[in-house]
C-alpha cells in the first residue's frame, strides 16, 4: 500500500509492533501551552500517580487548564481563591493562591506568575507552581 | 414578595391559574374560610430561604462559641472545619458569610452563601493536612521541579 505524503508510518492494518509505543487517544495539544508546570518536591510522587489515581482525561485537562489559562475558571471541575491571610503571593509576581478541584477526585493547590523571569536563561515565562496535591479526602 | 391574594374557592374556579401564576412569580397568599393564611411560592426559593436561615443560625452559635474562647471543634456545628484557621482568617470568613447572607436574603437565592461556604470548606481541607499546611502557609522555597503533560 503506497504511503500518502505528510503521514508519519502508520502500522498496516493487522499489523502488530510490540515496541513501538501507541499514541495518546486525542493526540497532543494543539497549542504550545503557555505556562511551564512546576511541582513541589515533596509532591512529586503523587503527581506521578495522578493519572492512575484520577483518570488520564481529568489529569490532562487539569494540566491543559494551568499549561493555558491557570487563571480563569477550569472547563472542567471547579476552582476557587484560596480563603485566609496565607493566600497571598509566595513569590513575587504570583498569583494568590488557587484550589482546583477535579471533580470527586482532588484538589490541586498552585500559584502561577504570566511572566517570571526565573530559571538559567532568564527569559520571561509563565509559570505554574503546585504547591500540594490532596487525592485522598475526597 | 407576596402581595396577590387568594380565597380559598379561587382554587375550584377560574381562579386557579391565576392563583398558580402568582405563585410561580414569586408567592401567592390565601386566605382559608376561616382566615388563616398559606403561602405558595417557587420551591427554590423557600429551600434559598431555608438555607439562609440555617445557615444564618449556626453561624450565630459557632460565633458564640469561639467568642467563648478555645472552642472544641465539635461545639462549632456545622463549621467545625473552622478549626483549621485561626481568629483573624474567622473573622474574615464571618465578614464574608454575613455579606453573602445578606445577598441571598435580598434576592431569595442562596448561591452567594453556597459560594462562600464551598471556598471556605476547600481551603480548610487544604490546611488540615499537615504537608500542604507547611507549604502554603510557608515562605515560597525553589524546590519545584518541571512536569509533562500527563501521558498513557
Redesign the interface.
Known amino acids: 500500500m503506497p504511503k500518502l505524503p505528510g503521514l508519519k508510518s502508520e502500522p498496516s492494518s493487522g499489523a502488530y509492533r510490540p515496541h513501538v509505543a ?1 499514541r ?2 486525542g493526540g ?2 494543539a497549542v504550545k ?1 503557555a505556562f ?7 509532591y ?1 510522587a503523587v ?1 506521578n500517580e ?2 492512575a489515581r484520577v483518570g ?1 482525561a481529568n ?2 485537562q487539569f ?2 487548564h494551568v ?1 493555558m489559562t491557570p487563571g480563569q475558571p477550569p472547563k472542567v471541575g471547579t476552582s ?8 497571598g ?3 513575587p509576581g ?1 498569583s494568590k ?1 488557587i ?1 482546583y ?1 477535579i471533580t470527586g477526585a482532588g ?1 490541586i ?1 498552585y500559584q502561577f506568575n504570566p511572566s517570571a523571569t526565573e530559571g538559567a536563561l532568564g527569559d520571561p515565562h509563565g509559570v505554574v ?4 496535591i ?1 487525592l485522598g ?1 475526597h | 414578595m407576596t402581595t396577590a391574594v387568594f380565597q380559598a374557592s379561587d382554587l375550584a374556579g377560574a381562579k386557579r391559574r391565576q392563583f398558580i401564576g402568582a405563585a410561580r412569580q414569586g408567592g401567592a397568599l390565601l386566605r382559608d374560610i376561616d382566615g388563616f393564611a398559606l403561602t405558595m411560592v417557587p420551591l427554590a426559593q423557600l429551600e434559598a430561604i431555608s438555607e439562609v436561615a440555617s445557615t444564618a443560625v449556626a453561624a450565630l452559635l459557632a460565633a458564640a462559641a469561639l467568642s467563648r474562647g478555645q472552642a472544641r471543634p465539635a461545639e462549632l456545628g456545622r463549621f467545625a472545619w473552622l478549626a483549621a484557621f485561626d481568629d483573624d482568617d474567622r473573622v474574615e470568613f464571618f465578614d464574608e458569610l454575613r455579606d453573602a447572607l445578606a445577598v441571598a436574603e435580598a434576592t431569595r437565592d442562596a448561591a452567594p452563601v453556597e459560594t462562600c461556604l464551598r471556598a471556605w470548606r476547600t481551603t480548610a481541607r487544604a490546611l488540615s493536612d499537615p504537608l500542604a499546611r507547611e507549604i502554603l502557609t510557608g515562605l515560597g522555597d525553589e524546590n519545584y521541579a518541571e512536569v509533562a503533560r500527563p501521558e498513557e
Not at chain 1, 80 to 87: A, D, I, R, Y
Open positions: 501507541a495518546r487517544p497532543r495539544p501551552p511551564r508546570v512546576l511541582v513541589h518536591h515533596k512529586l503527581w495522578l493519572a488520564l489529569a490532562q494540566w491543559d499549561a476557587s481563591v484560596m480563603k485566609g491571610k496565607h493566600n503571593p509566595k513569590w504570583h493562591a484550589h478541584e484538589r493547590d507552581k503546585i504547591m500540594s490532596d479526602s
